[in-house]
């Protein structure tokens, strides 16, 4: 079974300024997805980005971009010039074949400070 | 172009009541699936479907029934609520497009439910 671990609860960072969020998992599966959430307190899930495993080329959208480290399991959100919009729990996300289930990790909750 | 629709919003029930969450989608999306989210647990996986009149059991199934007769609606059932079963609720629906890719993975605006 995958598990995906976020180990920091909570983070806080001015505005304009960068941020990494951490996640790491565990599988023994060698092509599988991983995805960043966004959950703002209107509680809707939203779609940050998504990184293939297969592509060793990290993933970017705008001011969001992954640190991929596929022997290490690693899967870290950067996020640049931090707005206050990006206010929100944060989940890292893994999903093998089926795109029925995603196993996420326990999110993370990121303030942004004026 | 409504995407996921989830309702009720906001529902209260008595323990060992019985309710259905609807779930309805309208963009022909094969794969179904509902979450349960709690404080600190992340989101978890109860039931999902991979297409009309096939599901199967996520990681916490237990108390909670499903079907899917048609490929737009996946009603996730509660027999007898019980405190536990306190959460938020998602439903989620995505496609693939050719080796296994997902994509489209759409979320519903949840429901909140809390059993007293």
């Known amino acids: 079974a995958q598990t995906v671990t976020q180990s920091q609860p909570e983070m806080s960072v001015q505005e304009a300024e960068t941020v990494t969020l951490s996640c790491t998992y565990d599988?023994?599966?060698?092509?599988?997805?991983l995805f960043w959430y966004k959950q703002p307190p209107s509680r809707q899930m939203i779609l940050v980005i998504r990184?293939?495993?297969?592509?060793?080329q990290n993933a970017t959208e705008n001011r969001f971009s992954v640190n991929f480290q596929k022997a290490a399991k690693s899967f870290s959100l950067k996020i640049s010039d931090s707005q206050l919009g990006d206010t929100a729990m944060y989940f890292c996300?893994?999903?093998?074949?089926?795109?029925?289930?995603?196993?996420f990790g326990k999110g993370i909750t990121l303030s942004v400070r004026p | 172009n409504a995407g996921v629709t989830q309702t009720p919003k906001f529902q209260v029930l008595k323990t060992g009541q019985s309710m259905t969450l609807q779930c309805a989608q309208d963009?022909?999306?094969?794969?179904m699936s509902w979450y349960r989210q709690d404080p600190g647990m992340g989101l978890r996986l109860i039931h999902y479907?991979?297409?009309?009149?096939?599901?199967d059991q996520g990681e916490v199934p237990n108390g909670y029934n499903v079907s899917r007769s048609t490929t737009e609606d996946f009603p996730l059932r509660l027999l007898s609520a019980a405190p536990s079963q306190t959460s938020v609720y998602f439903c989620?629906?995505?496609?693939?497009?050719?080796?296994?890719?997902?994509?489209?993975?759409?979320f519903g605006s949840g429901t909140r439910l809390t059993v007293v």
């Open positions: 989620a629906s995505s496609y693939s497009q050719g080796r296994g890719d997902p994509y489209g993975y759409t």
């Open positions: 599988t023994s599966e060698n092509n599988y997805y």
């Open positions: 990184q293939e495993a297969y592509k060793q």
């Open positions: 996300a893994f999903m093998y074949l089926s795109p029925s289930k995603l196993t």
């Open positions: 963009m022909n999306h094969e794969y």
């Open positions: 479907s991979v297409g009309a009149g096939i599901t």
